[in-house]
């Protein structure tokens, strides 16, 4: 198929970019959104230009590092995938796709359609995790019994790749669905109990530092969040703040 | 506890409890006026109380109108909060694709509410009180339902309800179930109050349109 982009070109954070309109021919539908963009910067290259610099790592849909926001949804128009699981079946022959950036003012522009997304890692160093003693008396984890209906859901939460989608399809460049699921998978196992009220302070109060919005229960993240996480776990990490706060 | 209120989540916990306070005051509001469809005699009573009696008028109006002002300066300043956390905007963003009109633009519903509540207002509480507290005249028991049917004569006045309530039936459609989840409600109780949610947004909106157009065309 042959297609029109229009592509956020930004040659660093100090300057403004604009969208720029490519044309691409002969790609295959089997093709990944991603080899696209690779067929795109090898004619780029070839013709002597600077190749449109994008996110990427495993391309098998679990790091999260992927971010493209394509024709208006982030990862493209399909559910529940990255965008390097986003396959050029989704678009027909002639169209125009645009191609930006995920947009939040915590996730600024590095480079035409790369973010930065390290508020997420400080988000995360505030208090998403367990503190284990692992000097050799390390209790056996399956040892601690957990219902079935708990692990359930604390794995759903833990599915989160902190891919940043939720953020940028907010129309409130709300991080709560993100911090949510990090709450939520140590919340609903014993063993995150004990530091249960300091991680969701301290991590709430670290993502309102980094400048995210407020959510508005729109449910935009719920439905775009390639892992489908539930808008649930922004409840329980609402209920968890109020436990931890009264 | 002060630190909560200062969080993005105590502010949307915030919210909430506004805007719960702000629906019950509904249901109580739509009870009393809905009387007066049936019976002129009850509705009077129940207005002569409402506007006399000193608990509802020293304390529950004084909280109602806290209630009101809080509600919105709240959403505008999340509303700003919110623009601000934004950045660049998208040149393309099919918000649609995934959330409704009514969630995504409560602060237009809102801002069409605050416009109407500056009429409601004028029509009926500055009249209140222009004549218990200002101009004062001599207490009249039966003059609430007259005042009422009076105001609804105008078709100018009768569309501007109807206009501004099926504004606040969208703004209640996502605000209900949304109050709910501010507040941490389980992922059990979600079908439940989704539907209750969407009762509650068709009844009370067209509970005040019924009103306003029963006294229009029947007077």
């Not at chain 1, 991603?34 to 780029?44: F, T």
């Not at chain 1, 600077?50 to 790592?57: L, T």
């Not at chain 1, 719920?222 to 808008?231: D, F």
Request: proline share 3%.
């Amino acid at each position: 198929m042959n297609l029109t982009l229009k592509i956020w070109r930004q040659k660093d954070s100090n300057v403004r970019g604009q969208m720029v309109e490519y044309k691409v021919t002969d790609i295959s539908e089997h093709m990944s959104f991603l080899e696209m963009m690779d067929v795109l910067n090898e004619q780029l290259v070839n013709a002597g230009d600077e190749p449109v610099a994008f996110d990427h790592d495993c391309r098998e849909g679990i790091c999260g590092m992927c971010s493209m926001y394509i024709n208006g949804e982030a990862h493209g128009p399909d559910r529940g995938v990255t965008t390097c699981q986003l396959h050029m079946r989704m678009f027909n022959d002639g169209d125009t796709i645009t191609i930006e950036p995920f947009r939040a003012a915590a996730f600024p522009v590095i480079k035409d359609l790369v973010v930065d997304r390290t508020a997420f890692e400080r988000i995360q160093q505030a208090g998403g995790y367990i503190s284990v003693n692992t000097s050799g008396n390390t209790q056996d984890a399956n040892a601690i019994p957990i219902s079935k209906h708990a692990a359930d859901e604390a794995m759903d939460a833990a599915t989160c790749i902190g891919c940043g989608a939720c953020v940028a399809t907010c129309k409130n460049s709300s991080a709560m669905l993100f911090v949510g699921a990090k709450v939520s998978q140590y919340a609903l196992l014993p063993q995150g109990q004990i530091e249960a009220a300091d991680r969701v302070r301290n991590m709430v109060a670290q993502m309102d530092l980094e400048g995210f919005g407020n959510c508005t229960n729109t449910g935009a993240c719920e439905i775009e969040c390639p892992k489908g996480i539930s808008l649930d776990n922004i409840a329980r990490m609402n209920r968890e703040l109020m436990k931890a706060s009264f | 506890m002060s630190g909560f209120f200062k969080s993005s989540i105590g502010r949307k916990v915030a919210m909430a409890l506004s805007a719960f306070f702000l629906m019950f005051f509904l249901i109580i509001h739509l009870a009393v006026n809905i009387t007066s469809l049936f019976s002129e005699n009850l509705f009077n009573e129940l207005s002569h109380f409402m506007g006399t009696n000193p608990l509802v008028q020293l304390v529950l109006q004084p909280v109602l109108i806290f209630g009101v002002v809080f509600h919105f300066v709240m959403g505008f300043i999340l509303e700003l909060k919110n623009k601000k956390a934004q950045g660049v905007a998208y040149a393309r963003n099919n918000g649609a694709a995934n959330s409704t009109w009514m969630s995504r633009n409560m602060i237009y519903s809102g801002l069409v509410i605050l416009a109407f509540l500056v009429v409601h207002f004028a029509d009926f509480w500055v009249h209140e009180i222009n004549v218990k507290y200002i101009n004062v005249q001599p207490e009249d028991p039966s003059r609430y339902y007259h005042e009422l049917v009076e105001k609804f004569l105008p078709m100018w006045r009768v569309t501007a309800y109807v206009v501004a309530f099926i504004l606040l039936g969208l703004h209640l459609a996502h605000g209900f179930t949304s109050a709910f989840q501010s507040m941490g409600s389980t992922a059990g109780r979600k079908a439940t109050l989704q539907k209750l949610g969407k009762v509650y947004s068709i009844v009370i909106p067209l509970g005040f349109i019924v009103i306003a157009l029963f006294h229009h065309f029947n007077h």
